[in-house]
């Protein structure tokens, strides 16, 4: 079992940044791929930014703006996220794949004002 928790949504204004936080627990040697993902009002939840193996990928409307990296020694995944839109809100979550099945976040609220 693995558990996420994600932390650092809020409200910002566009043009602003704001840093998410994912902390895993449970069987962390089991994950073989983290990342984020977001669903706004009405659409279905999309991928973000992963992180597989040391490798990240990003939906290109984020490309250059947001940044995911993972912390192996403090089990966490972040996502730091500059020059925020209004079409970045959402909710976000935290993802983790293993062998058996994958694991998502509670979501954390993104709201960015224009």
């Known amino acids: 079992q693995v558990q996420l928790v994600e932390s650092g949504g809020g409200l910002v204004q566009a043009g602003e940044s704001l840093r998410l936080l994912c902390t895993a627990s449970?069987?962390?040697?089991?994950?073989?791929?983290m990342g984020w993902f977001r669903q706004a009002p009405g659409k279905q939840r999309d991928r973000v930014a992963t992180?597989?193996?040391?490798?990240?990928n990003y939906v290109d409307s984020v490309k250059g703006r947001f940044t995911i990296s993972r912390d192996y020694a403090r089990n966490t995944l972040s996502l730091q996220m500059n020059s925020l839109k209004s079409e970045d809100t959402a909710v976000y979550y935290c993802?983790?794949?293993?062998?058996?099945?994958?694991?998502w976040g509670q979501g954390t609220q993104v709201t960015v004002s224009s």
């Open positions: 993802y983790a794949r293993t062998s058996f099945r994958d694991y």
């Open positions: 449970g069987s962390i040697s089991s994950i073989d791929a």
């Open positions: 992180h597989i193996s040391g490798v990240t």
